[in-house]
């Protein structure tokens, strides 16, 4: 088909695209059903297709787009004042990457991810001060900052938006989809001004976020039919079993 060939980045081929067009539909209806999941997964699959220096900026946009269909499908349920909070600090900690020119440690960042991942799902609570608006800030600022150099900080700002709202499906998804909605804006404007060339990608990305939203719409059809503690269960299964992936990965670095 012209029109689909001519969407497509000259260094994708028509199978590779194809298959990451389902992806995203598939891994964003994973994070519209049980909370976490789909971004991590879809930048795995990406990071098997893509050029290195496409994969992270590409994916954030890919992951706007889904986010910001899953925050509009679930309006109602976004605690306004904690975006407010966290909004500030997403921007600050974007602000703050673009200043390091150099790679930080994978590894390290890795592992620093995992830890904060299994501290926030089966640690104590989280007094509700850190818990608030500066504590909001500060996740924002921290998550922000390392997902411009490792792309993978969904998990854990989903685990901190979980103990926010203890459990409630629909306030943990609609929350966690506005904060990573927020947390990928910087990105565009980050690696637009590091040379990345938007532009090339554009047909990709599109095509990618229109199949996120049909993912999306059926994976909150399947959340409407969870439990509370059903859900609560599985996100925390996920959760640690995304952290251990991590760990897995930053230890084989290291060899």
Same mark, same amino acid.
């Given at each position: 088909?012209?029109?689909?060939?001519?969407? !497509?980045?000259?260094?994708? /081929?028509?199978?590779?695209?194809?298959?990451?067009?389902?992806?995203?539909?598939?891994?964003?209806?994973?994070?519209? /059903?049980?909370? $976490?999941?789909?971004? $991590?997964?879809?930048?795995?699959?990406?990071?098997? %297709?893509?050029?290195?220096?496409?994969? &992270?900026?590409?994916?954030? %946009?890919? #992951?706007?787009?889904?986010?910001?269909?899953?925050?509009?499908?679930?309006?109602?349920?976004?605690?306004?004042?904690?975006?407010?909070?966290?909004?500030?600090?997403? &921007?600050?900690?974007?602000?703050?990457? /673009?200043?390091?020119?150099? #790679?930080?440690? %994978?590894?390290?960042?890795? !592992?620093?991810?995992?830890? *904060?991942?299994?501290?926030?799902?089966?640690?104590?609570?989280?007094?509700?001060?850190?818990?608030? @608006?500066?504590?909001?800030?500060?996740?924002?600022?921290?998550?922000?900052?390392? /997902?411009?150099?490792?792309?993978?900080?969904?998990?854990? +700002?989903?685990?901190?938006?979980?103990?926010?709202? #203890?459990?409630? @499906? *629909?306030?943990?998804?609609?929350?966690?989809?506005?904060?990573?909605? +927020?947390?990928?804006?910087?990105?565009?404007? $980050?690696?637009?001004?590091?040379?990345? +060339?938007? =532009?090339?990608?554009?047909?990709? %990305?599109? !095509?990618?976020?229109?199949?996120?939203?049909?993912?999306?719409?059926?994976?909150? @059809?399947?959340?409407? =039919?969870?439990?509370? @503690?059903?859900?609560? =269960?599985?996100?925390?299964?996920? !959760?640690?079993?995304?952290?251990? =992936?991590?760990?897995?990965?930053?230890?084989?670095?290291?060899?």
């Amino acid at each position: 088909m012209p029109w689909f060939e001519a969407l !497509l980045p000259e260094q994708l /081929s028509h199978l590779s695209a194809l298959f990451l067009i389902l992806a995203a539909g598939l891994t964003s209806a994973i994070t519209a /059903s049980i909370g $976490v999941g789909g971004g $991590v997964l879809l930048l795995a699959v990406m990071a098997l %297709m893509l050029p290195p220096a496409a994969i &992270i900026p590409v994916h954030g %946009m890919v #992951q706007l787009g889904s986010n910001l269909n899953r925050a509009l499908m679930t309006l109602k349920d976004i605690d306004w004042k904690l975006l407010a909070a966290f909004t500030p600090g997403a &921007i600050f900690g974007a602000w703050l990457a /673009s200043l390091f020119l150099v #790679q930080l440690p %994978m590894n390290l960042l890795l !592992l620093t991810i995992a830890g *904060f991942i299994l501290f926030l799902t089966w640690g104590p609570k989280i007094p509700p001060i850190g818990l608030g @608006r500066l504590g909001t800030f500060v996740a924002a600022v921290v998550t922000t900052f390392i /997902s411009m150099f490792a792309g993978a900080t969904g998990p854990l +700002v989903a685990a901190f938006v979980k103990q926010q709202h #203890q459990g409630d @499906r *629909f306030r943990t998804v609609a929350n966690f989809a506005a904060a990573m909605s +927020v947390q990928h804006i910087p990105k565009a404007v $980050v690696f637009g001004a590091a040379g990345f +060339v938007f =532009r090339d990608w554009l047909g990709l %990305m599109l !095509l990618m976020i229109a199949s996120g939203a049909i993912g999306t719409f059926l994976g909150l @059809r399947l959340l409407a =039919r969870l439990s509370n @503690r059903n859900f609560g =269960r599985i996100i925390n299964v996920i !959760l640690t079993l995304l952290a251990i =992936r991590l760990i897995w990965d930053a230890l084989t670095m290291t060899n």
